[in-house]
Structures are given as C-alpha cells and as structure tokens.
T-cell receptor
Framework: GQNIDQPTEMTATEGAIVQINCTYQTSGFNGLFWYQQHAGEAPTFLSYNVLDGLEEKGRFSSFLSRSKGYSYLLLKELQMKDSASYLCAVNNDYKLSFGAGTTVTVRA | IAGITQAPTSQILAAGRRMTLRCTQDMRHNAMYWYRQDLGLGLRLIHYSNTAGTTGKGEVPDGYSVSRANTDDFPLTLASAVPSQTSVYFC?????????????FGPGTRLTVL
C-alpha cells in the first residue's frame, strides 16, 4: 500500500516563509509532485522532483530525499493568495498517490 | 480553448440511480484519470486510461466504470449510486501518462447521493 503523510494545517504571516513536509512509504517511486488547490477549485501543478535535491521556481522551492522518503515545499515571501491546500503526490507505477493535503492560512 | 471540462458541475442523486459524469479534454492528451476527493482523505484514483481504447483500475474502482472510445472523452458511470459515493469528482489528463507528466485537472463535479 501507499502511505503519504503531511500536516493537516499550517498558519503563517504575510511575508514569512513556510515549509510543508511530506513523508512517504510507497511500493515504488517514479517522482514526487506538489500541487496547489484553492478552496472549491481544481488542483494545479507546482513542482516535480525525481532526483535528490532542491528545485527552485520563483517563490516556491521543492526538496526531495529519496533515501529518507521525504520532501518539502518551501513557500517564501508569503502572500494572501497563497492561502490554499498543498497536495503531495508520489508517482508509483505511473499512477499518482496523494497525501491528504496541508491547508495553509496566510494572515495579514 | 477550454482545456478540460466536466459536467455536471453539481448533482443531487437518489440512491440506486444510474449516473454518468462527463469529462472532455481538447489538449490531445493520451492519458486520462478519474479521482474522488473526500475531506481528510485527499484525492484517490478511481480509474485511468493510458490511451484511447484502454482503461485500468485505480485505488477505489468498486461501483464505478469507465470507457475511452476516443482521445477526448472519458465518462465515469455509477451504475447504482450509494451514499458513500457522495464526493467531489475530478477528471484529469496528462500528455502521455509518463512519470514526469503534469496532470491537468478539470473543475470537478460535486455529487451528493441521498
């Protein structure tokens, strides 16, 4: 089976930095995705990691350690529009298994 | 260009009724997927199709069926709806179903089974 864990909720202040952790135990691994989902909307792609290390894309960065079964999504210079759920998903056998998502609330 | 569309947007259905959720994409993507999203459980894969004419079972396929007669359309059918199928259903597509292919999601269908 697949086990993907991430915190349920996080709160941070506008302009701050937040790190969302994701740990996984899966029978296979073909890469890890992060998606953003605003309330009532569809998920949208943020990042993909398949090799160990940090991938930076503007204010968002994603890190992967395959040996530890661990990833994090780093959101810098938080803006109010970053209030959303962030979904960690592992590609196993060409299919995605999702964590339950982390709801991030940005306060003024 | 619409991307990926789903219909209906929402539906209230009596238990035991048959229901088909529609999904259409105009991106010429080969792979398509159906997920359900429930509070606290995240997105779970119901069925998928890597190319027209082929389908496969995901994590929670029981009570659902799909067909893929052409590249663009991937309908999901509930043969006899039950209250536990109350959920938000998302259709998604990706270029070729490869491990690094981003999945594009439709706007979702909110289904309530009473």
């Amino acid at each position: 089976g697949q086990n993907i864990d991430q915190p349920t909720e996080m709160t941070a202040t506008e302009g701050a930095i937040v790190q969302i952790n994701c740990t996984y135990q899966t029978s296979g691994f073909n890469g890890l995705f992060w998606y953003q989902q605003h309330a009532g909307e569809a998920p949208t792609f943020l990042s993909y990691n398949v090799l160990d290390g940090l991938e930076e894309k503007g204010r968002f960065s994603s890190f992967l350690s395959r040996s530890k079964g661990y990833s994090y999504l780093l959101l810098k210079e938080l803006q109010m529009k970053d209030s959303a759920s962030y979904l960690c998903a592992v590609n196993n056998d060409y299919k995605l298994s999702f964590g339950a998502g982390t709801t991030v609330t940005v306060r003024a | 260009i619409a991307g990926i569309t789903q219909a209906p947007t929402s539906q209230i259905l009596a238990a035991g009724r048959r229901m088909t959720l529609r999904c259409t994409q105009d991106m010429r993507h080969n792979a398509m997927y159906w997920y359900r999203q429930d509070l606290g459980l995240g997105l779970r894969l119901i069925h998928y199709s890597n190319t027209a004419g082929t389908t496969g079972k995901g994590e929670v396929p029981d009570g659902y069926s799909v067909s893929r007669a052409n590249t663009d359309d991937f309908p999901l059918t509930l043969a006899s709806a039950v209250p536990s199928q109350t959920s938000v259903y998302f259709c998604a597509s990706s270029l070729a179903g490869g491990p690094s292919d981003e999945q594009f999601f439709g706007p979702g269908t909110r289904l309530t089974v009473l």
